[in-house]
């Protein structure tokens, strides 16, 4: 039996992907006889009947808003949380974050200056550099990993004519494809841009690529099965993702043994490339001839039972609960003294 705290919400637009997520990790773990306190980045410590009202079970078709936010930021617990004795005193903390002074470095820093590296997922500077989209496929293209093209924003017009049309508008931080546009000209980028911008500082151009949407899980150092992600618009936005039944996840992906050992050899690439660690989830589109190219790279990837790096455990054998405890004994190893 294991003390874990499991730290969650977050004061940035994933913050309900986070919560859903908490929620069935928390159940989870206890069912392997783990004792789980759930600390709320925003509010604190949640009590059972507290932790029961807040942490909710759908995501919702919308993230939280502006004004939400605020109010959360101005609450949150900031560098208190690695002084609270629930977290201080764990032997495993387990993150589910997501986004900014979540999935950033930005806690991990925090836990490493209070002297609490037993944390699940990758240090600071893997999450860090995942978490710059940018940053990812600079690394991914000079270590001869295949990306799809890119520009940062701004760019003239003709860059744009360069990359080819349509063109997907994406903030560099941020997940949960918050921010997310598909522009088919070039008055349509200049308004998906500006309408980005209103959230997020720094914005990046990127082909569409016109083929299938894959991802791989990792876990361990080693690869997890590839799925297929099937949308009706063709982009896996945020309402894609957390809408029943607006997008098809199939576990495994319908692909040929060839290209799943390819997809599988990329993600741990890309893994390693990063300097990543314990888990991952890396996301590819297949250009209009099949070829496969990294999109982006996810080191705290959504985890609900039903989330894309849980299905891809789940489909090489290992369930939900299994999953989570092997996370959570990974950090708990690296504990000082353990």
């Not at 940062?152 to 508008?169: C, H, K």
């Not at 050899?265 to 890396?282: G, I, K, M, W, Y």
């Not at 250009?287 to 455990?313: C, I, K, Y």
Request: aromatic share 4%.
């Amino acid at each position: 039996m294991t003390d874990i705290a499991l730290i969650t919400g977050g004061s940035n637009p994933e913050r309900h992907v986070a919560l859903a997520g908490a929620r069935q990790v928390a159940a989870a773990l206890r069912s392997r006889g783990h004792r789980v306190q759930v600390v709320d980045t925003a509010s604190g410590v949640l009590p059972p009947d507290e932790e029961e009202r807040r942490l909710g079970d759908a995501v919702g078709e919308a993230p939280p808003s502006a004004a939400e936010l605020a109010e959360l930021r101005a609450r949150g617990l900031g560098p208190r949380l690695a002084t609270l004795p629930e977290v201080r005193d764990a032997e495993a903390i387990f993150l589910v974050l997501h986004g900014e002074q979540g999935e950033d470095g930005v806690v991990q820093a925090l836990l490493e200056l209070a002297g609490l590296p037993h944390y699940t997922g990758s240090g600071v500077l893997g999450s860090a550099m995942a978490m710059d989209k940018d940053v990812t496929k600079r690394l991914c293209r000079d270590a001869g990993l295949p990306v799809a093209p890119w520009g940062r924003w701004p760019l003239a017009r003709a860059e744009a004519d360069a990359l080819g049309w349509p063109l997907m508008v994406k903030p560099v931080g941020g997940g949960s494809s918050v921010g997310l546009a598909r522009a088919c000209c070039w008055e349509g980028l200049l308004a998906a841009a500006a309408a980005a911008l209103a959230d997020h500082p720094e914005l990046m151009v990127e082909s569409f690529l016109t083929g299938r949407e894959l991802t791989a899980g990792v876990l361990e150092d080693r690869a997890l099965a590839v799925g297929e992600i099937v949308t009706a618009s063709g982009v896996f936005d945020y309402k894609a993702k957390y809408t029943p039944g607006a997008a098809e996840e199939i576990f495994p992906a319908d692909v040929s043994e060839a290209l799943a050992d390819r997809l599988r050899e990329l993600a741990l690439a890309v893994h390693r490339t990063l300097r990543l660690r314990d888990f991952s989830r890396v996301d590819f589109r297949l250009d209009a001839g099949g070829e496969p190219h990294v999109l982006e790279v996810n080191t705290l990837p959504g985890f609900t039972a039903t989330s894309l790096l849980p299905q891809s455990a789940a489909a090489t054998g290992i369930v939900f609960e299994d999953l989570c405890e092997r996370i959570a004994l990974l950090a708990a190893a690296r504990r000082p003294g353990s």
